[in-house]
């Protein structure tokens, strides 16, 4: 009953660990939206990095919008390669998968015992198995950080565009 006891405590403050990278991110979030004068200041240090490195920016707008969101992809995959083992990743995933092969054994053969001890072995890794899934969000957390700079840096032009007319090809149906 205490080994019970103990491993829920650890559950709990695995729960709580995976918890806490996205609670920082949605609080980061929502100072970043809440006050403008930082959104605003992300955007220009984006747009004094990036407005160098595209000579284009002013005149192609999508392109411009492409070549970010591809910089955010590169960005986020060499984060991750930094807060991520994909060896761990993969170990889990392995064992994951004979656990649930052999249940489905032991669940074919009726064997109540084999089933229960495969589920005191799943309740055993989910522990390991959130702390790794908190792991996986904190390459967000940074990533956030350039995608909303870079985003802020285009909806100021974005926002300042006024088209003089607008037309429909379609005839109107009122």
Not at 72 to 85: A, G, K
Request: hydrophobic share 50%.
């Amino acid at each position: 009953m205490a080994a019970a006891a103990g491993g829920g405590d650890a559950q709990g403050q695995a729960a709580a660990g995976m918890m806490t990278p996205m609670l920082v991110l949605l609080a980061m979030m929502l100072i970043i939206m809440l006050v403008p004068g930082l959104r605003i200041g992300l955007a220009v240090g984006a747009g004094s990095i990036i407005e160098p490195l595209l000579p284009f920016h002013e005149k192609w707008f999508v392109p411009t919008v492409f070549v970010i969101g591809s910089s955010i992809m590169v960005v986020n995959t060499i984060i991750r390669s930094f807060f991520l083992d994909p060896l761990t990743q993969a170990h889990f995933a392995h064992r994951n998968k004979q656990i649930q092969r052999q249940m489905k054994e032991a669940q074919s053969a009726r064997d109540t015992a084999r089933v229960e001890k495969m589920r005191q072995l799943q309740l055993a890794m989910t522990p390991d198995q959130m702390a790794m899934h908190s792991a996986t969000m904190k390459p967000t957390i940074v990533t956030m950080i350039y995608i909303i700079a870079g985003f802020s840096w285009r909806a100021n032009p974005a926002s300042e565009f006024k088209a003089d007319s607008v037309r429909c090809p379609l005839p109107p149906m009122f």
